[in-house]
């Protein structure tokens, strides 16, 4: 057996992938957009992302993949020579593709939701992702991203998402105009994986913070 075949028994038996599965029941896609992989030649989480890209290739049948990393290498390009490397997405933009995006940074993240209007990702938990901003600074820096969060905190709706409760604070912050004419989607369920990391984990932090997202366009 070789190396990634070796992570991709490992992820196969883990916990974390029975959640991967559960969250993708009933969904069929026709690609997968890989984004921000890092270099899995040079790095250990990167291997084991990619490893999970393979099962996720496998569990959904999946023909086409895109990926696009700048910093991949010569090395990671060879790696990667079945999917198309590229920098632009110019595929539709529906509801056939599963984007896959571990630690895409937030700013990036932005601009993705902007050009490239994912329906479904696997990525940074979007609650965690932007924490550290205030609601305020948020909407100034990431609109999209902070519009998402906005119709998070609302949403009714929880068919077999995690309905997040709106966080009480002591001070009144001050009123946000969301601009939602700006922006595709009219709202946002998401899924947590709860098995995503331990200490003890093999995969150290590679799958730390990623949920299932669907944005209801
Ligand atoms: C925080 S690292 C995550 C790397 C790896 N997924 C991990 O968890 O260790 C962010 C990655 O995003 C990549 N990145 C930056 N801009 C990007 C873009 N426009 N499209 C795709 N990936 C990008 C960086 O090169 C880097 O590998």
Redesign the pocket.
Known sequence: MNKIDELKQIIKNSKFYTEIKHSLHNHEFKRIRC?????PIE?S??RY?YALLLLLIELLNIKEISI????FNEKDKELLRNFKIE?TYPYPKDENTLFYM????LK?ME??INTEKPVYFIGNDIVSHTDRLSKQKLNELYPSMSILLHLLNDSTNNDGFTKVIKRRKQYKEPEINYDYNSVYFKDIEIKRYLNNFNKTDPWG??FSDLAFHKLKI
């Open positions: 984004l921000a992989l890092g270099s790095s989480n990167s992302q696009y990393d700048p910093i920098e571990p630690h895409l940074p990036i601009q993705i932090t590679s």
